[in-house]
């Protein structure tokens, strides 16, 4: 029994011995492994592809894994690529189509339907390339009166015509035009060698660091990046550089020209310049579409200081004493023998440059009447404003379109479209065969047709739009005898409905009658309640809307187009000047001459953005002593 007992014992701790030695075994395996990985990892993280094309190292210990930097490229571009795909997806809200075939017309006069989006934003643009049209999104109640704009690319794109064709995407808009105006002199020529050097060294680091026999350079190399770096994270100017910055990109050229001289596989160097420059263009793209959001961003938001104003105004009118301000001259409203002009505007300081332009060229101002159409939500303001600012012997009117009783239309539309709607249109210039024109077409918004039922007593009215400046006497234009037309406006018989044919779709139109614009409209009431064009209207807008129009906007101008055809009557072009939101080629005398300055475009004169030269037409007529504009530090 013991024996065998014993017996069982040694097997039992022979099995344990061999288990001991094969742990133990494993173990000095595992020891030999470990170092060797860490020193393949060592070599793969200086030689894998990274943002910077090379892994920044101070010391050995501190280099990093192969598996490692590629998972931090994977996060960089996941990143990259979330905030790429979200800022196209807010300049697509901001941007929704207005038409799927908008037309363009060539010089050989053939014709041609839009590429869709997806091909609009993934080549460029070039001559005969049609461009997609849409619209802009609408300012809410709390955004300036900066119209909305929509673009209905109208022809083919050429190269060099225009100011935004020239090294200019379309899809970025005007934002174009004011990159290029406030394009600076170069301050970092010296800068920009140094991120050419930087650039090159990247692509030669890897490459150099397989190299066994050029461990001295490497290390050079990856110093002077680490320097060069250090010196452009702290310098954004020339002016900022140190002193020795020439003797750091000596020895970087030193070392580059060295790299170059080295045996390597030339494939190895294209791949990593490819990745960098990849990345490079990437991110510059990106950097360009959010500027351009940012830029169409401060074009429709109000600006803090009109906003400011705004609220003070309001605030100030329940603190005064509630008194009915325009009881006195309530009688002047509906006599229909006096001069009346409309504005519809939400934005105080426009609707005042333009009364207090018309009425300081106006000869004279006891018969004019100024009858300022707004929202709800500035309806106060402007009526503390014009009670504490005199123009004269005018009379002006501030009326809230929500207190209106109409059937057909709701709050929400009302305050949608209470502004005039621009449309950027690009169309090939008659008067040019190599030149293509953009212009913002502006049109009357849905309140417009209302007119004729808000102001029952009246017959005739001047439409003036509020981002306009008056230069001379308007009173001619009550004497102006249109005949049977319905609509005194400027046209553009340079851009006729033939060649919008196919956005106006199978309606039957003159294909030569020429396209007109808002801003300054002398129009016949009495002619318009004949001819019942409110309900001509609204049936077109109904229509247009039926066929899969995107927006109430688009559905506007193609009804307010064929609306008033043939009701024209066409006002000297002397009358108004357009463009002065947009156009930095008006001649300085053209302006002068016109009688009514329009800033339509994007670059009003109220906004930072304004184009500096045009300013000062319209910052004249402000009242830049007033209590509550220094208070809100206004200051277009």
Request: charged fraction near 25%; charge should be neutral.
């Amino acid at each position: 029994m013991k024996g065998g007992g014993g017996g069982g014992v040694s097997v039992a701790a022979k099995r344990r011995w061999r288990g001991l030695v094969i742990g133990v075994l494993f173990l000095v395996i595992l020891s030999m492994l470990v170092p060797l990985a860490f020193l393949l990892g060592v070599h793969n993280g200086f030689h894998s592809p990274n943002p910077d094309g090379y892994v920044p190292v101070k010391h050995s210990s501190d280099s990093v894994g192969g598996e490692y930097s590629s998972s931090i490229i994977n996060a960089y571009n996941d990143s990259k690529n979330d905030r790429s795909e979200h800022i196209d997806e807010i300049v697509r809200k901001l941007a929704p189509n207005i038409s799927k075939d908008a037309f363009r017309k060539s010089a050989d006069g053939t014709e041609n339907q839009t590429a869709d989006r997806n091909a609009e934003h993934g080549s460029q643009h070039k001559k005969g390339t049609p461009v997609e049209s849409h619209t802009v999104l609408q300012p809410s109640p709390n955004m300036s009166d900066t119209s909305n704009v929509t673009k209905v690319e109208g022809t083919e794109y050429v190269k060099g015509g225009i100011d935004e064709t020239e090294n200019c995407e379309l899809k970025f808009g005007s934002y174009c035009l004011w990159r290029k105006e406030h394009r600076e002199d170069m301050k970092d020529s010296m800068i920009k060698k140094l991120k050419d050097q930087l650039f090159v060294a990247r692509a030669y680091y890897p490459s150099i660091a397989k190299l066994p026999s050029q461990g001295k350079l490497t290390r050079e190399l990856r110093q002077n990046i680490q320097e060069l770096e250090r010196v452009l994270s702290e310098s954004a100017t020339d002016a900022d550089l140190p002193p020795e910055i020439g003797k750091k990109s000596q020895k970087m050229e030193t070392s580059i020209v060295r790299a170059k001289s080295c045996p390597m596989d030339c494939n190895n160097v294209d791949k990593k310049l490819r990745q960098i420059f990849d990345l490079t263009e990437d991110e510059a793209s990106f950097h360009m579409k959010q500027s351009a959001f940012l830029y169409q961003l401060a074009v429709q938001t109000m600006p803090k200081s009109l906003h400011c104003l705004s609220m003070k105004l309001t605030v100030e009118y329940f603190k005064s004493n509630s008194l009915d301000m325009e009881l006195s001259q309530a009688d002047k409203y509906s006599d229909p023998l006096l001069h009346h002009y409309v504005i519809f505007s939400n934005n105080v300081l426009a609707s005042s440059v333009v009364i207090n332009s018309t009425v300081m060229h106006s000869e004279e101002t006891k018969s004019q009447v100024f009858h300022v159409l707004t929202d709800e939500q500035n309806y106060f303001a402007m009526k503390l404003w014009f009670f504490r600012n005199t123009f004269k012997e005018a009379t002006v009117q501030v009326l809230n379109i929500e207190k209106f009783s109409l059937e057909y239309h709701d709050k929400a539309t009302l305050l949608h479209m209470l502004l005039p709607v621009e449309f950027r249109v690009s169309f090939h210039n008659v008067d040019s065969s190599t030149e293509d024109r953009t212009q913002y077409l502006s049109a009357f918004s849905d309140v417009h047709y209302l007119l004729p039922e808000i102001f029952l007593s009246l017959n005739k009215v001047v439409i003036l739009d509020d981002d306009i400046v008056v230069q001379k006497d308007l009173s001619a234009l009550w004497n102006l005898d249109m005949g049977a037309k319905v609509n005194g406006a400027v046209q553009f018989c340079s851009l006729t409905l033939g060649l919008l044919k196919s956005y106006l779709g199978e309606n039957k139109f003159d294909a030569n009658s020429c396209a007109w614009m808002s801003g300054l409209n002398l129009v016949d009431l009495a002619r318009w309640r004949e001819l019942n064009l409110t309900r001509r209207y609204r049936k077109l807008a109904r229509e247009q809307a039926s066929v899969g129009e995107e927006s109430i906007e688009a559905a506007s101008l193609r009804a307010s187009l064929l609306t008033f055809q043939d009701l024209i009557y066409a006002l000297d072009g002397v009358w108004a000047l357009s463009g002065l939101g947009h156009d930095y080629r008006l001649d300085v005398q053209t302006i002068k001459n016109a009688a009514v300055l329009h800033y339509n475009g994007n670059m009003k004169p109220w906004l930072e953005l304004g184009i500096p030269r045009y300013k000062k037409y319209w910052k004249k007529f402000l009242n830049q002593e007033d209590q509550f504009l220094s208070e809100c530090n206004v200051h277009p």
